[in-house]
């Protein structure tokens, strides 16, 4: 069956959750929001859904561009506040955030702050790390995903650590960082007990070399390269006819190239 | 006060409760009820030296420092998405780039927690440990205190916010001042309310007094300075049930907000152009009204 590229990246990213599981999705996560939306309308029905607005599996009249969007208001089985997610989450009670970085580096710290030297007079001023300096370790797992997977992106070392990841020197310190990590071209997996991340898939139509130009870390490779899961034609149903009739993902990831 | 207050314009309350110099908490998060009528009240009022304290409300932020109001902005994220895509706020990085403004960076949590602190009445509060990241570096008033009653469990401690002046656009307030937000638990803001030591409210409409359940009210009068009701007082932003995003409008103003001359433009078009928030409704036209399922 014919799928988009955006369909692809919506239907990796639900494949990651799990049934049961409580996920939030934060501020501008609306593709996140798409494949939580779609798990738990395939293979995670008993997954909750948090949003950043505190309510709980909302059912949007509209599907929203902005994950604070008062649709995600409609239909919600109950609400809490914002701080109460992290509340749950310092109690080991919340399992998946959805976290993401401008810079992502080999440890899966994450820079959502600043570009340049000096913090008070930046190259760059990125947007801030929202919740993600206590949420990448207050989560049971952190799931991320970047569009325009390249060296500038994907860094040995950032220069500003907003939110840190799997990172070797906290002593005696609870440690975080992104379990998966999903680009427009790959899926890489982070192995906690060899710290480093490992290349799961390639996306289809996605050359090994490609993604080892793009990447400006080392990462190890299987020695049988694995092609990330095609969506089933089920996934492409539920997303195209019930969770966004609209089309916004095409709007939201870009040209929507389709792979055959 | 809310008793006199009703028939008071914004602009006046703006003077009183908002002087050069006040700490601004600003409501509303991404594209969903921010206070705009106030904020672009506040540009009119060419209002100086404010310390911004914000949830992640970047489109009132940018606004605010464009126009030279700000001197300085505690935040934890500045930027949401629209149909066309994330939207970086173009004024604040040129402010913070340049180094005109102060960039106070925290964390959600840390912001929250704050004004938890500030609502008790306590001077700080501590936080769980997130000692790795590089913001414990830059704000030094960020302290990493161990349990008195467990000496292995390292905290952060985070001063208390309270701010001088909330800034928030609800649904409904009676006469007296209780004032309705219609969100399915909006009890953090309450939590706002209590920390800060002013409290503005716009709000869609006014009811008499006694209209309201009691069980509906999410801020009580006593803690409320002055309400003006200014309807789409959130617009271009949402508000639940009533109106939504205008995503065209904000596509102009991001374009204009790309440069200074822009940004000057549209200030020059539609704040000062425009004599109050109704002005500025009949220019960009009225939102479009709430979806709801069929």
Redesign the interface.
Known sequence: MRYSFPELIISTLSSQLRDGERVFTG??S?VQMMATFLAKATHAPNLLYFT????VDPQP??LP???????L????A???????I?DLA?RGRMDVAFLGGVQIDKFGSLN??VIGND???????L????????MI??FKRVISWRSRHSQRCLVEQLP?????GW?SD?K???HGGPDVLVTDLCVFKFSRTTKHFHLESIHPEIDLDTVKSQTGFLFRTPRRQAITREPSENELEILRRYIDPNN?RD??LGSPKVIQ | MPDSGKETSLNQVIQQLVPDGSQVYCEG?????LPMAAVHEIIRARRRGLRLVSA?N?LAIDQLIGAGCVEEVE????????????Q??RR??SA????RI??K?S????V??AL?AGAYGIPFIP?????????LN?RDDYRIMSSPYNP?E?TVIVPALQPDVLLLHAHTADEHGNVVLD???P??TL?TAQACQRVLVTVEEVVEAGKLGSSRITIPHFLVDAVVKVPFGAAPT????RYE?D?NHIAVYQESAKTAEGFAQYLDEYIFGCTDHEAFIDKIGQPREW???S
């Open positions: 501020v501008a609306p950043i607005l505190g309510t009249f509209r561009y902005s994950t604070g969007s008062p649709h208001f409609d239909r919600c109950n609400a809490i506040t914002f701080p109460e992290f310092n959502m702050s913090f008070s007079r930046p190259k760059v001023r947007p801030g790390g929202a919740g993600g300096p206590l370790r207050s500003f650590t907003t939110s840190p990172i906290l005696g310190q609870r916004i709007d939201l | 998060i991404l594209a969903n009820r992640p970047g935040f934890y994220f500045l930027g949401f998405m629209t149909n066309k895509g994330f970086a706020m604040f990085r913070v780039e340049a180094g102060r960039a960076e964390m959600g949590y840390a929250c927690m938890r936080i769980p440990d997130f000692r790795g990241s590089d913001l830059v292995d390292m969100e399915p638990w009890m953090f939590t949402a508000l639940n049930k995003v995503d979806i709801r399922g």
